[in-house]
């Protein structure tokens, strides 16, 4: 999660000198203003576009960590890293879950051989230049399962509930379910999607524009994986 900023007037003034045949700029720092935060140098949605898509040719990386839950043949959490290349502190959040920061800078958190000094954070704040290495895993906690352990609250049907593109008609991991006519899900095979994103929320923009920012989501496939078509 390579976290940066971009103030547009300052590229401008870039582009102009290069423009002009690389002669000086005049940019007062004092003025310097960031429009755009970003990660892996994408706003949301296209965080969540896979690598190298060919309708963005200057952004070539995703951001979706795509996972499968822990179990006794996926035993290994899984490890994301964090930098930050921006001029401030930016905190970023992956919900439904704590991070486990094992590093830092580069460097494992450790006290010698023996002394572990990883420790546990529910968002990430990384200083300008720094860098953090957290695990994390994702494990059906409550077992719940439509046949044996369905989830204990009653589905208050079509009329009463708002279905998100991300949702599959089913809350049970690889399962789909009925969906209202005319409505498209993203999902393909039952897979969760749960969202990361910049806690500082007026981050979360393009020039204030709502949820264009350092936005992107963790995909849990079920065991296995999803089967192919």
Request: aromatic content about 12%.
């Amino acid at each position: 999660m390579l976290q940066s900023e971009v103030d547009p007037v300052l590229s401008q003034r870039v582009e102009q000198a290069v423009n002009a045949g690389g002669g000086p700029i005049n940019f007062n720092l004092n003025n310097y203003h960031p429009r755009y935060w970003l990660v892996n140098g994408r706003g949301f949605p296209d965080t969540i576009a896979p690598n190298f898509a060919s309708w963005l040719p200057s952004q070539p990386y995703g951001a979706l960590a795509h996972i499968e839950p822990n179990d006794a043949n996926n035993p290994l959490p899984y490890l994301e890293r964090f930098l930050n290349v921006s001029s401030q502190p930016l905190p970023f959040h992956p919900h439904g879950k704590n991070g486990v920061v094992i590093g830092q800078d580069g460097q494992p958190l450790r006290n010698g051989a023996n002394g572990d000094l990883a420790y546990e954070r529910f968002a990430l704040v990384a200083s300008p230049g720094q860098t953090y290495d957290a695990l994390f895993r994702w494990h059906n906690r409550e077992g719940y399962e439509e046949a044996t352990n369905p989830v204990p609250v009653t589905d208050p049907g079509w009329a009463n509930l708002q279905f998100g593109p991300y949702y599959s008609g089913s809350p049970y991991l690889g399962m789909m379910g009925p969906m209202p006519p005319g409505f498209t899900t993203q999902v393909e095979c039952g897979e969760f999607y749960i969202i990361s994103h910049n806690h500082a929320l007026f981050q979360l923009t393009s020039w204030g524009v709502p949820m264009t920012g350092p936005g992107t989501f963790m995909r849990v496939d079920p065991p296995g994986g999803c089967p192919l078509p």
